[in-house]
């Protein structure tokens, strides 16, 4: 890309911000969108200047673990309180003392932190979740069936760990640099959240949803419920998935599936490009007893990405490039060519595709899996020109 200081790079699925902190650190603004509130919010952290010096995070950190180490919060009594004021996800994570300490953390930083220093506090705090859980709770899957031995045991000491980490990464950012980018937190297939005000991109690096990968929103719900941003299923639906991309079954319904067919039939030969897939999909759901809906995901997805396409082609100057990683997939064994699928798209949308080159070989963790498929998966970047 020719790009100079002033230049301006896109990512209309910016997630927590790492295209956003390279622009950064090479002198670039950024301008992303991020559907999961809060993962926006986490990006924004990264990317804008610090409300204060970090010595001050870490005093505020410091004080908050005295108060709660003083209280010795891990009492019976608490810990039988907390089995039936938090969610059962929650409860089932932790052992009762570090869950009584994580609770303790929790309410004293609602409580009684520094307004400023809040959202810092709560993700060093939120980050610690997963270092102490004594089930499996690895990304992006949950199991509080699965017991493991936690990977640290004190959950004090890791949060003091977490935001020494924090107070680290502040130290060494230039606050010149960081007032040059944002994140939005919203749905980059709409329009207007495309609110770009003084110029046009001349640049984007993205990397969408996977198509049938994972739900970013069921990923995080530990956190959701630890932090009390929902306590069920349909309130996390409701509050952070709302705008998000369909990209698996469980996001999936048939009025949207159907909307999108008849949306992506009007673009170009798109539609009978895709026609093929959805049917040879129905068929390996007609062929199982509780056949997932994979034909339905597939148009949801492709016409999201369609609109992301267009609104991405106004967005960007004459010229730019732009980059997207992005996996291929194989569900039911019917192989999707995500990445060559969605650089037709981007013809439509006013891109040529410049390149199509696989960055890495993936899924070989599934490989054990007796009913799974033997088709290699791939991570791909494709390389799209504005015309
Ligand atoms: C592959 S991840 C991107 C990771 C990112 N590069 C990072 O640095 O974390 C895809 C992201 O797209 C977000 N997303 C899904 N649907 C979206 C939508 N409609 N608009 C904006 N972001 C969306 C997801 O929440 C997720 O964070």
Redesign the pocket.
């Known amino acids: 890309m020719n790009l100079s200081p002033d230049s301006l790079i896109l990512?209309?699925?910016?997630?927590?911000?790492?295209?956003?902190t390279g622009c950064q650190s090479a002198h670039l603004r950024f301008f992303g969108?991020?559907?999961?509130p809060l993962?926006a919010e986490l990006?924004n952290l990264k990317l804008r200047p610090a409300p204060g010096p970090p010595t001050e995070l870490r005093n505020e950190a410091t004080r908050i673990a005295d108060i709660v180490r003083t209280k010795a919060v891990a009492t019976k009594r608490r810990i039988e309180r907390l089995q039936s004021t938090e969610t059962d996800l929650v409860v089932r994570s932790f052992t009762g003392p570090v869950l009584a300490e994580l609770t303790a953390l929790r309410d004293e930083i609602k409580q009684g932190s520094r307004v400023k220093w809040e959202p810092y506090l709560r993700w060093a705090l939120l980050a610690t979740l997963r270092d102490v859980a004594a089930v499996k709770v690895g990304w992006p899957y949950q199991r509080p069936a699965a017991a493991r031995k936690p990977i640290h045991s004190d959950p004090i000491s890791r949060f003091l760990v977490r935001v020494h980490w924090i107070s680290e990464d502040i130290a060494i950012r230039s606050d010149a640099d960081a007032g040059l980018s944002r994140v939005v937190a919203?749905?980059?297939?709409?329009p207007d959240?495309w609110s770009l005000e003084e110029q046009l991109g001349q640049g984007c690096i993205?990397?969408?949803?996977?198509l049938n990968?994972f739900d970013?929103?069921d990923a995080t719900r530990l956190e959701l419920y630890f932090w009390g941003y929902a306590s069920s299923w349909a309130e996390m639906c409701a509050t952070v998935r709302v705008?998000?991309?369909t990209?698996t079954t469980q996001q999936s319904s048939a009025p949207a599936a159907q909307a999108a067919v008849q949306q992506l039939l009007q673009v170009g030969t798109f539609g009978d490009h895709l026609t093929s897939l959805i049917a040879a999909l129905k068929d390996e759901r007609a062929a199982r007893p509780r056949g997932k809906e994979y034909d339905q995901v597939l148009p949801d997805y492709f016409a999201?990405m369609a609109q992301?396409l267009k609104n991405l082609a106004a967005a960007l100057e004459p010229d730019a490039l732009s980059i997207w990683?992005i996996g291929d997939s194989a569900p039911y064994g019917v192989y999707v060519d995500t990445p060559a699928l969605i650089g037709k798209l981007a013809e439509e949308y006013g891109f040529t595709v410049e390149k199509d080159v696989t960055m890495r070989k993936r899924g070989a963790r599934w490989a054990q899996n007796q009913t799974r498929h033997n088709i290699e998966l791939t991570e791909r970047a494709m390389l799209f020109r504005r015309t």
Not at 186 to 190: F, I, L, Y
């Open positions: 990512d209309p699925f910016a997630g927590s911000g790492v295209i956003g969108i991020e559907a999961h993962v990006a919203g749905d980059s297939r709409n959240t993205s990397s969408p949803p996977y990968n970013y929103a705008d998000m991309v990209a999201a992301v990683l």
